[in-house]
């Protein structure tokens, strides 16, 4: 009788469980797990559906083809650490007060760090206000389970790091770049799991370690929403530099570049493994691969409908990166340096196979994402864009008429379809609608348009210094 009734419960809960299931399927459409995904100084044509023929990107393709790619998309500065600040806050960098690199200078001149002179260094001391809210604040006061895997760069003492941001769970590295296998930075050990500083995963290719955290992380927590914040560092140069006994006497130390297995290497035969591109291109490819998987685990577990993924580079390419027809890469104020490939899926919520060239920018995650989740805009905080779901789906204009950027005196404007830049590389007024590369400068034709965009450039500027000061650099 026993056997009987055991056998009867083992056929008939797992029905009733998926009887229930459907049931609350049916009654109350859970909130969207949100999976962000920002790559590091990847070009805005470095996929192979942004034209770059010769890279091997089949996932984030397969991405773009399920979903919105958007060809107009912009980051708030030319660079990692305030263009990822914007994102996190949907602030203007010059309104969070992080716009400039958490970055010791001395790293330039090849000095290597002892970990007690680095523990007292910017790197170490410097971050993202604390008062500011970040897209973990947000969501996990909605009821998400919150991950960030991968490059945070918004500080590395506690008060910064992701699980006193907003974050439950925590794996990668709170400075701006790491050795892909030693993980470290410049001598120091940089990953860290929670709070505390590991070395655990030594030796790996830290692709692979943001893979397996970030499916662990997706399989965990698959009962509630979740929001994962995959940061990587690829394919960003690795932050070492080349052994002492590659080195020439009195020869400055070299960076060592981007760094990648040799299985990747070799999906590129006709090419020179030991050269920067190349190795560049193969980093592109193994973090597809890890996003493939990701996207593979999403279908697995039945939740690939209930996901909004969004892909972003963090700033224009730099040396290895495709930029063109873009003028200019990595830390200028040409579209090269700030505009940035964006893909979008939401199956059923967005359409596939869609692109839009409507003027939009990192300012508009954030809102989109309250709106995507149900989650409360932050009391009292300015934020500096919209939701772009209905310009996603092809259904608004981008309300978006204007963007600024400044860099160490650098500036920008983007209002309408009128480029102004001046800059210690150059200026100019352009008309991205005729002249997507920045070549004809038309400042003498159109003295009064040029005037227009200075400004508003000033206004803007003015607003900022107006904002309420933020550090680290403008906490006064
Ligand atoms: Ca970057």
């Known amino acids: 009788m026993h056997a009987f009734v055991y056998c009867l419960q083992r056929a008939l809960l797992p029905a009733l469980f998926g009887m229930l299931f459907a049931t609350s399927s049916l009654a109350a459409p859970r909130p969207p797990n949100v999976i962000l995904i920002i790559s590091d100084d990847q070009g805005w044509r470095d996929l192979r559906c942004l034209g770059r023929e010769e890279i091997i990107t089949p996932n984030l393709d397969r991405l773009a083809r399920e979903g919105v790619r958007a060809t107009s998309f912009y980051v708030t500065w030319p660079a990692c650490t305030p263009s990822r600040g914007s994102v996190l806050t949907g602030r203007y960098p ?31 001391t410097l971050g993202l206000d604390p008062r500011e809210v970040t897209l973990g604040d947000a969501l996990k006061r909605a009821g998400y389970a919150t991950g960030c895997v991968g490059k945070w760069d918004m500080g590395q003492a506690r008060r910064y790091l992701p699980l006193q941001r907003g974050f439950d769970f925590f794996y990668g590295h709170g400075n701006n770049g ?44 698959k009962a509630k929403p979740f929001f994962l914040y995959l940061a990587f560092n690829a394919p960003h140069g690795a932050s070492s530099f080349a052994p002492d006994s590659e080195k ?27 050269n920067g591109v190349t190795r560049y291109l193969a980093a592109v490819t193994c973090m597809d691969e890890a996003i493939g ?16 993924v969004l892909f972003m580079s963090d700033n224009g390419g730099s040396g290895n990166g495709g930029n063109a ?17 964006f893909l979008a ?27 995507a989740t149900g989650a409360k805009p932050p009391a009292g905080v300015k934020l500096d864009g919209f939701d772009m779901t209905a310009v996603l789906q092809g259904k608004a204009k981008s309300p978006r ?31 991205l609608a005729t002249d997507l590369g920045e070549k004809n400068d038309l400042s003498k034709q159109k003295p009064d348009v040029a005037a227009q965009m200075k400004a508003k450039f000033t206004a803007w500027k003015r607003e900022m210094d107006a904002s309420e000061p933020r550090g680290p650099f403008r906490d006064y």
């Open 94 to 124: 010059q309104r969070n007060g992080l716009y400039d690199m958490v970055r010791n200078d001395m790293v330039n001149f090849g000095h290597r760090y002892s970990p007690a002179e680095y523990a007292v260094s910017p790197e170490m």
């Open 178 to 221: 790491i050795d892909y296998y030693t993980h470290e930075r410049y001598g120091v050990p940089s990953l860290f799991r929670g709070n505390q500083r590991t070395e655990e995963d030594k030796g790996t290719y830290v692709t692979d370690v943001f893979r397996r955290e970030a499916l662990r992380f997706v399989r965990e927590q």
């Open 248 to 274: 020439k006497p009195g020869e400055k130390k070299e960076g060592v570049g981007v760094q990648v297995p040799e299985k990747y290497l070799k999906l590129y035969p006709n090419r020179d493994p030991k």
């Open 293 to 308: 998987e990701l996207l593979d685990t999403l279908r697995a577990l039945g939740l690939e409908r209930d996901t909004l």
């Open 325 to 341: 027809p873009l003028k200019g890469g990595k830390s200028s104020m040409w579209e090269g340096g700030l505009r940035v490939p």
């Open 345 to 371: 899926r939401w199956p059923g919520r967005l359409p596939a196979n869609a692109v839009t060239d409507e003027f939009l920018t990192s300012l508009e995650l954030f809102p989109t994402l309250l709106a």
């Open 401 to 431: 008429a204007e963007m600024f950027w400044e860099r160490r005196g650098d500036r920008a404007a983007r209002v309408g379809n009128w480029k102004w830049v001046e800059s210690a590389r150059g200026g100019g007024l352009f008309d």
